[in-house]
């Protein structure tokens, strides 16, 4: 019987596709299928009767990214491990379903097809082909339970209330120059110390981010990053911020925490900043170094 062209790729087709599970087979040997064999893993727990992560909770996980044996990406080269958020089920994806599987200390390998997740991948999409599988290892370091982050936050919104309410008094004590244990740098920057930090120090060039409070100086507030919970992210030594927010960043290490006075020449100048600082003014931050990574 002859075949027909189009009966000939379907023959072509289902062989090239058998090739291609039956590898998936040698690779997933070994490993659990996750319900309807959305991906396969296999889990390594310390912890056998832990908690598992529910919706809602916070967990730090560390990750690689791998194409067989080579590591594409990793979190281990950063400072801190990865803070994620559980969402609810109808947002989840393998990602968060394999962290529900794991408990604290818990390490989990993941493997899925690499066509099914491009979006995470990110520039490493182009490394991998047709059917190839991808592998996944995640480590669970942290679970906060909804307790402990209702409790953290309290404290941290108690904190901030009292630096918001605290740094009109400095302010007004480093303007008849009674505040004690000011310093200053050779440019004229004015700081206070309140914590040196004890990670990474920066230093420019580096990535950092930084929470901050910036008030006028009559002491009010004229912005505010902790309200919306996001830092800001740069490049220390950066031209593109006034130079005195600048040189204060490389004055912590990383959890340090301070209060710049900078003068207008290292803030904003005759210009000002619209209606929030008057041309000529100081500018005083309240500035938290989150993360620092290193050049």
Not at 64 to 77: A, E, R, V
Not at 204 to 229: L, R
């Given at each position: ?11 072509i087709l289902?062989?090239f596709?058998s090739?291609?599970?039956?590898a ?6 070994g490993?659990k299928p996750?319900k ?7 889990k390594?727990s310390?912890?056998?009767?832990g908690t598992?992560?529910?919706v809602?909770e916070?967990v730090?996980i560390d990750?690689t990214?791998?194409?067989g ?7 281990y080269?950063n400072?801190?491990?990865?803070l994620v958020?559980?969402?609810e089920?109808r ?6 379903k394999a962290l529900?599987l794991m408990?604290?200390g818990?390490?989990l ?11 995470l ?6 490394e991998f082909e ?8 995640y480590k669970m370091h ?9 409790s953290?936050?309290l404290?941290?919104?108690?904190y901030l ?6 740094i009109p008094?400095?302010v007004?004590?480093?303007k008849?120059?009674?505040l004690?244990?000011?310093q200053?740098?050779?440019?004229g920057?004015?700081y206070?110390i309140?914590d040196k930090?004890?990670?990474p120090?920066a230093?420019?060039?580096d990535a950092?981010s930084v929470?901050?409070?910036c008030?006028?100086?009559t002491?009010k507030i004229v912005?505010?990053?902790?309200t ?6 740069f490049i220390a030594?950066s031209q593109?911020?006034?130079?005195g927010?600048?040189e204060?960043?490389t ?7 301070a ?6 020449n290292?803030a904003?100048?005759a210009?000002?900043?619209?209606d929030?600082i008057?041309?000529n003014?100081?500018v005083i931050f ?10």
């Amino acid at each position: 019987m002859r075949l027909t062209f189009f009966s000939s790729i379907i023959i072509i087709l289902f062989t090239f596709s058998s090739c291609q599970r039956a590898a998936w087979k040698k690779q997933t040997k070994g490993l659990k299928p996750y319900k309807k064999n959305e991906f396969w893993y296999k889990k390594f727990s310390q912890n056998p009767t832990g908690t598992l992560p529910q919706v809602g909770e916070e967990v730090r996980i560390d990750y690689t990214l791998k194409k067989g044996t080579q590591i594409l990406d990793s979190s281990y080269d950063n400072v801190y491990p990865v803070l994620v958020q559980i969402p609810e089920d109808r947002y989840d994806n393998f990602f968060t379903k394999a962290l529900k599987l794991m408990a604290e200390g818990d390490s989990l390998q993941l493997l899925i097809p690499a066509a099914e997740v491009p979006e995470l991948l990110g520039q490493y999409v182009l490394e991998f082909e047709g059917e190839d599988l991808v592998t996944f290892t995640y480590k669970m370091h942290q679970i906060k339970t909804q307790a402990n982050l209702q409790s953290e936050i309290l404290s941290e919104q108690v904190y901030l209330d009292s630096i918001r309410l605290k740094i009109p008094e400095l302010v007004t004590q480093f303007k008849h120059k009674t505040l004690p244990n000011i310093q200053k740098t050779a440019s004229g920057l004015s700081y206070l110390i309140f914590d040196k930090g004890s990670g990474p120090k920066a230093i420019n060039g580096d990535a950092v981010s930084v929470h901050y409070i910036c008030f006028s100086d009559t002491g009010k507030i004229v912005d505010d990053s902790y309200t919306n919970m996001v830092p800001l992210s740069f490049i220390a030594g950066s031209q593109s911020l006034i130079q005195g927010w600048s040189e204060g960043t490389t004055l912590l290490s990383q959890g340090g925490k301070a209060v710049l006075f900078i003068p207008p020449n290292l803030a904003y100048g005759a210009r000002g900043n619209g209606d929030a600082i008057a041309p000529n003014s100081w500018v005083i931050f309240f500035i938290e170094l989150m993360d620092v990574q290193k050049k």
